[in-house]
C-alpha cells in the first residue's frame, strides 16, 4: 500500500502563486511516476501534470503549461506543483497520484495510476 497527502492548497488572489506538496509513505520503494490532477466544482477530474521517476520527463496540461511546474525529491519521497501566476479557472481540489504498476509509463489519464490522495482545496479569486 502507498499513501498520499497533499498539501499546500488556500485561497489566493489571481495573478498569486502557490506550491503544492504530496508526500508519499508506505511502500514508497514501488512508487514510479506521480502526477497531479484537478477537479473544479461541477466539473470531471482533469490532468494537470506527471513526472517520471528520474524526474527527466515532465508533461503539462496545455491549460497550464508555462504557469505550472512539477518536481519531485525522491529522498524525501514528495512531489511539488509550482503554481505561478493562477487564473480563477485553477480553483479546484487538486489531487497527487501515483503509478506502482509501471516504470516505464507518464500517463495522462486517471485510470493509469494506482493510488491517489484525498486532495487539496486551491482557490483564486479574481
Known amino acids: 500500500q502507498v499513501q498520499l497527502v497533499e498539501s499546500g492548497g488556500g485561497l489566493v488572489q489571481a495573478g498569486g502563486s502557490l506550491r503544492l506538496a504530496c508526500a508519499t509513505s508506505?511502500?514508497?520503494?514501488?512508487?514510479?511516476?506521480m502526477g497531479w490532477f484537478r477537479q473544479a466544482p461541477g466539473k470531471g477530474r482533469e490532468f494537470v501534470a506527471t513526472i517520471s521517476w528520474s524526474g527527466g520527463t515532465t508533461v503539462y496540461a496545455d491549460s497550464v503549461k508555462g504557469r505550472f511546474t512539477i518536481s519531485r525529491d525522491n529522498a524525501k519521497n514528495t512531489v511539488y506543483l509550482q503554481m505561478n501566476s493562477l487564473k480563477p479557472e485553477d480553483t479546484a481540489v487538486y489531487y497527487c497520484a501515483a503509478v506502482t504498476s509501471s516504470a516505464w509509463s507518464t500517463p495522462r489519464t486517471q485510470a493509469g495510476y494506482d493510488y491517489w490522495g484525498q486532495g487539496t482545496q486551491v482557490t483564486v479569486s479574481s
Open positions: 508506505g511502500r514508497t520503494f514501488s512508487v514510479y511516476t
